[in-house]
């Protein structure tokens, strides 16, 4: 069955430091898709990346990297020179190929907390 | 691009009374999912639009729950005889299926139901 681990309930950063979010998966589907979305307090879900199964680079937006390591099912958010605004819920999610549509399993998620 | 709006934002009704909430996707999407997020939980999928197709239910989508797209475009989903473990937030989110558009499915800001 398909799931979504992220083990880290809470996580704290200082402002302008780095930080990784993980995330590990089990499929055994060959084609997948893997997503992280920030969730402020707000309840909007704001897509930051996405990172299909066979693409060979690490995706990139902006200040996220998404550091995905196949063989080991894993799919870590980094974020680089944290910010205020960043602290949100992180939820890591994985597409299912289902009749060619998007369907999304998330993770329990991860609260992140930055501090000045 | 107005994004995805959902309506209302938030809704306290007595156990018992039925709900509806009401999604409006981004306008070229013609895909359309619901999901619920219990507090301290990810999303967790309900339903599948395309366009007025209703192509999936979650076994989470009980007799009480029924989904709706009438002409491809809003949806709507009516909770009946509302239980105190309805009290969730309901997101809506929607896509295109063109592969040119990419990946992302785009979410609301959701719709919060108490029921007292």
Avoid at chain 1, 28 to 45: I, N, T
Avoid at chain 1, 62 to 73: C, E, H, M
Avoid at chain 2, 68 to 95: H, W
């Amino acid at each position: 069955a398909q799931k979504i681990t992220q083990t880290q309930p809470g996580m704290f950063v200082q402002e302008k430091e780095a930080v990784t979010l993980d995330c590990t998966y089990d499929t055994s589907d060959q084609s997948y898709g893997l997503f992280w979305y920030k969730q402020p307090s707000s309840g909007e879900m704001i897509f930051l990346i996405y990172q299909g199964s066979y693409d060979e680079q690490n995706a990139t937006e902006g200040r996220y990297s998404l550091n995905f390591q196949k063989a080991r099912k894993s799919a870590n958010l980094v974020i680089s020179a944290s910010q205020l605004g960043d602290s949100a819920m992180y939820f890591c999610a994985m597409r299912r190929p289902s009749g060619g549509y998007n369907k999304l399993i998330f993770g329990a998620g991860t609260r992140l907390a930055v501090h000045p | 691009d107005t994004g995805v709006s959902q309506d209302p934002r938030h809704k306290i009704t007595k156990r018992g009374q039925n709900v509806t909430f009401r999604c409006d996707p981004i306008s070229e999407h013609n895909r359309l999912y619901w999901y619920r997020q219990t507090l301290g939980q990810g999303p967790e999928f309900l339903t599948y639009f395309q366009n007025e197709a209703q192509l999936e239910k979650s076994r989470l989508l009980s007799d009480r729950f029924s989904a709706e797209r009438p002409k491809g475009s809003f949806s709507t989903l009516e909770i009946q005889r509302t239980e105190q473990g309805d009290s969730a937030m309901y997101l809506c989110a929607s896509s295109s299926s063109d592969p040119a558009s990419g990946n992302t499915i785009y979410f609301g800001e959701g719709s919060w139901l108490t029921v007292v």
